[in-house]
C-alpha cells in the first residue's frame, strides 16, 4: 500500500497550495534515491507524491486553462504542453521507480541519467560564449563539453549491458569496461556523476573498483576524485538542466569561481590520461614541452584563481570606499540643500545609518563645563523606520582615555567598559560604538557616533571616515547656527522679540491678496502707545525699553495660535487676527487694550505723570484682493480717530463697507 498524501482541492483559489513544498519534498527524495539512502517507506511515499504532483498539475491545469485541458486529460497530456521541465522531472520519478521499487532492470533509468549528462555537457557549451570575456573559463568550459561528449559516446550499448551483468551476477567487470566507464565518469566529474549522486551504475563500478580483491588503478584515482568534486557544483546543475527552480543558495552554487573550474580541469586532466590517443591525443595535446593541453590549462586557472581571489579583495574594498564616499556626498549635499540646524542633523544621522549599517547613530554637543552632552539619536528597528530620540550623556561617566581621546580630537572605538555600558543602557544592545569628535574653532564641542550591529564590527576601522563625516557636520552646524543669528536678526525684534516690522508686513500683503474663496476675513489692528515720550522723558530710556517689552507681552496675552504680532514703528505694533469676524476683532482688540491698561496701571510707571496706555485701529476685510496700503490706511485712519477722542480707545473701519 501506497503512502500519499491526499490529492489536492481542485478550486482556483487553493489548487497550487500546496505545489512548491510538494515540488521540494519530491526532488529531496529523489536526491535521497539517488544516493541510495531511501528506505521502502520513504520511497512509497515518493512515488504517493509523485501521483499526487501529477495530480495537482492536471487538476491545475483544467481549472487554470479549460479551453485547453479537459476532464479526460492525462498527466502524460498535459506535462507535454506545459513544457519538458515537468517532463523531465516525472519522467526522472518514474525511472527510480522502476528500478528501486519494481526490481526492474534499470537500464531505462541508466540511459536517463546518461541523457541528463549529455545535457549539461550542452549547458557547458552554451556557457562557454558568456564567459565575461574570459578566454581560459571559456576554454575550459568548451573542453569540459568536448570530454563530456565523448564520454557520453564512448558508452556503448554492449558497455552498459556489461555493466548491467555485472550487477546482476555480483562478476567483476573486464579491464576494458572498467577503463571505460572509469574515463566517463571522471571526465564528466560533476557535471554527471556528481550532479547525479553518484547514481546507481556508478555506485556499483566504484565499488567494484575499491574490493580489496583489484588493485589500485589510475582509474580508482579519477572516479574518486570526480565524487570528491561532488559538493562543488552538485545538485544544482541537474535542477538547472532539468528546469527547476533554485534556491538563492542553489544560485551561489552555480557561480564558476575559478577555484571550480581547476578542479573540474584537473578532474578532465586525469580522465585525459586515461583515454587512448585516437579520442585523446589530439584534443588534448598542447605545449610542446611535453606538457597537455589541460596542463596548461590549469596553470592558467591557478594563476586565474590568485587573480581572482585579488580582484575580490580589491572590489570589497572599492565597495567600501564607494558607500563611504556616498556618505560624504550624502552629508555635504545637506549642507548645501539647506541651513535648518535640526534638519542637518537628521540628514546626518540618517545618511550614516543607511551606508554604515549601523543599530543607532547619535550626535551630541556640549552644553556645560561638566562634560554634559545633549542631542538626539537614530535608534533603527528591524523592517521600520528610525525612531529619533532625546540623548543625554555623561561625557564623565566614559573611561578616562576614551574622554581625554575625544577632547584631543581623535576617533576612538568602545566595546566593553563604562563607555559601552553607558551607551548600550541609551542606544540598545550593540557589538560596539564608534565616536568621533565635533571640533568647533579648533576646541571640542559634541560627538558624532554610530552603534555597530552585531557581525558587522568591520565597521570599527573606519574611524578616519567618521573623523572627515565629524568634521563635515561640524563645518554646517557652525554654518546653520550662525545662519540661525542672522535669520534672527532679520525675524525678530531684538528688544521686544515679536517679528519685525518687514515679516509682519509680508504676512499682511499675503492675506490681502488671497483672492475671497481662498482665505477667510482678517482683521489688521494698528497700535499705538499712549504718551511713550514721558516714559523717556521721566524715567530715562532704559526705563522706556522695559516699558516696551512689557507692553509686547500684554499684547500677545489675548492672541490667538494663529494671530500675528509685530513691532511697526518706535512705539506702534501691528496685529494680524486671521479668520475673524468683525465683531469677534472688536473683542480682541478691546482686550489687548486691558491688557495694556493693566500694565500701565503698575505702581512703577505711575511716577510718569500722562495717562498711559494704547489707542487702537482696526480695519477689517472680507472681499476680493485689496492693497495692504489700503488696509494700514484705514486702521490708522481709525486710531487718529480714536486718539482724538481721548486715547486708551479702539476705532473700527469695516473696509469692505467704505470701498
Not at 538547472?240 to 543558495?249: F, I, K, N, S, Y
Not at 546653520?480 to 534672527?488: N, R
Not at 488671497?514 to 482683521?523: L, M
Request: proline content about 4%.
Amino acid at each position: 500500500m501506497s503512502h500519499r498524501p491526499p490529492a489536492t482541492n481542485p478550486d482556483s483559489s487553493s489548487i497550487f497550495a500546496n505545489l512548491r513544498p510538494l515540488t521540494r519534498e519530491t526532488i529531496r527524495l529523489i536526491d535521497a534515491a539517488c544516493d541510495g539512502n531511501l528506505a521502502r517507506q520513504e520511497l512509497e511515499t515518493l512515488i504517493g507524491h509523485n501521483e499526487c504532483l501529477g495530480e495537482t498539475i492536471v487538476a491545475g491545469a483544467r481549472t487554470l486553462r479549460p479551453d485547453v485541458f479537459t476532464d479526460s486529460s492525462d498527466v502524460a497530456g498535459v506535462v507535454r504542453t506545459l513544457g519538458p521541465a515537468y517532463a523531465a522531472r516525472l519522467a526522472m520519478i518514474s525511472a527510480l521507480k522502476a528500478e528501486l521499487v519494481d526490481g526492474l532492470p534499470h537500464a531505462a533509468l541508466s540511459r536517463t541519467v546518461w541523457a541528463h549528462a549529455l545535457a549539461v555537457s550542452e549547458m557547458a557549451r552554451d556557457l562557454a560564449p558568456r564567459a565575461l570575456g574570459n578566454r581560459e573559463i571559456a576554454a575550459t568550459l568548451g573542453v569540459l563539453h568536448e570530454i563530456g561528449r565523448l564520454a557520453i559516446l564512448r558508452v556503448s550499448p554492449d558497455c552498459m549491458d556489461a555493466v548491467e551483468r555485472a550487477v546482476e551476477t555480483g562478476l567483476p567487470l573486464s579491464e576494458a569496461d572498467r577503463r571505460c566507464l572509469g574515463t566517463s565518469a571522471a571526465a564528466l566529474s560533476s557535471e554527471a556523476a556528481a550532479a547525479l549522486g553518484i547514481p546507481a551504475v556508478i555506485r556499483t563500478l566504484i565499488n567494484a573498483l575499491e574490493a580489496p580483491s583489484i588493485a589500485p588503478t589510475p582509474d580508482v584515482v579519477a572516479v574518486n576524485a570526480a565524487d570528491r568534486l561532488a559538493p562543488l557544483l552538485g545538485h544544482p546543475v541537474l535542477r538547472r538542466a532539468l528546469g527547476t527552480p533554485l534556491d538563492p543558495e542553489d544560485e551561489r552554487a552555480l557561480d564558476l569561481q575559478p577555484a571550480t573550474i581547476h578542479a573540474l580541469a584537473e578532474s578532465a586532466a586525469r580522465a585525459a590520461r586515461l583515454a587512448d590517443p585516437e579520442t585523446g591525443s589530439a584534443l588534448l595535446d598542447g605545449d610542446e614541452g611535453g606538457g597537455t593541453g589541460f596542463e596548461a590549462l590549469l596553470s592558467a586557472n591557478r594563476r586565474l584563481a590568485k587573480l581572482n581571489s585579488d580582484y575580490e579583495r580589491t572590489r570589497m574594498e572599492l565597495e567600501v570606499r564607494v558607500n563611504e564616499t556616498r556618505s560624504l556626498v550624502a552629508t555635504f549635499a545637506s549642507l548645501t540643500m539647506g541651513l535648518d540646524a535640526e534638519a542637518l542633523r537628521y540628514s546626518i544621522l540618517e545618511s550614516l545609518l543607511e551606508h554604515y549599517g549601523a543599530n543607532a547613530t547619535f550626535l551630541v554637543a556640549s552644553t556645560d563645563h561638566d562634560g554634559r552632552q545633549e542631542g538626539v539619536a537614530f535608534i533603527l528597528h528591524e523592517g521600520g523606520a528610525p525612531d529619533v530620540v532625546p540623548l543625554l550623556l555623561d561625557l564623565g561617566r566614559f573611561d578616562r582615555e576614551i574622554r581625554v581621546a575625544l577632547i584631543q580630537g581623535a576617533a576612538v572605538t568602545a566595546k566593553s567598559g563604562a563607555t559601552a555600558r553607558l551607551l548600550r543602557a541609551e542606544l540598545g544592545d550593540s557589538a560596539l560604538f564608534c565616536m568621533a569628535p565635533i571640533m568647533s574653532r579648533g576646541s571640542w564641542s559634541g560627538i558624532l557616533g554610530l552603534a555597530v550591529a552585531h557581525g558587522r564590527e568591520e565597521t570599527a576601522a573606519k574611524g578616519e571616515f567618521l573623523n572627515i563625516l565629524a568634521t563635515a557636520a561640524a563645518l554646517g552646524l557652525e554654518n546653520a547656527s550662525l545662519y540661525g543669528e542672522v535669520l534672527q536678526q532679520a525675524t525678530v525684534d531684538p528688544l521686544t522679540t515679536v517679528a519685525t516690522r518687514r515679516v509682519v508686513v509680508e504676512q499682511l500683503e499675503q492675506l490681502s491678496g488671497f483672492r475671497a474663496e481662498e482665505r477667510h476675513p482678517f482683521a489688521v489692528l494698528l497700535v499705538d502707545l499712549d504718551n511713550f515720550k514721558a516714559v523717556n522723558d521721566a524715567l530715562g530710556h532704559q526705563a522706556g525699553d522695559e516699558f516696551l517689552k512689557q507692553m509686547a507681552n500684554a499684547m500677545q496675552e489675548p492672541l490667538r495660535t494663529q494671530d500675528s504680532l509685530g513691532r511697526y514703528g518706535g512705539d506702534e505694533f501691528l496685529v494680524l487676527l486671521r479668520d475673524v469676524s468683525l465683531d469677534e476683532a472688536q473683542g480682541i482688540a478691546e482686550r489687548i487694550r486691558q491688557s495694556a491698561q493693566d500694565v500701565a496701571m503698575d505702581a512703577r510707571w505711575l511716577e510718569v505723570m500722562e495717562p498711559l496706555g494704547v489707542s487702537i485701529g482696526v480695519s477689517w476685510w472680507d472681499g476680493e484682493p485689496i492693497e495692504a496700503a489700503c488696509l494700514l490706511a484705514m486702521a490708522d485712519s481709525s486710531l487718529y480717530l480714536g486718539k482724538a477722542e481721548g486715547r486708551n480707545s479702539v476705532g473700527m473701519a469695516a473696509v469692505r463697507e467704505q470701498f
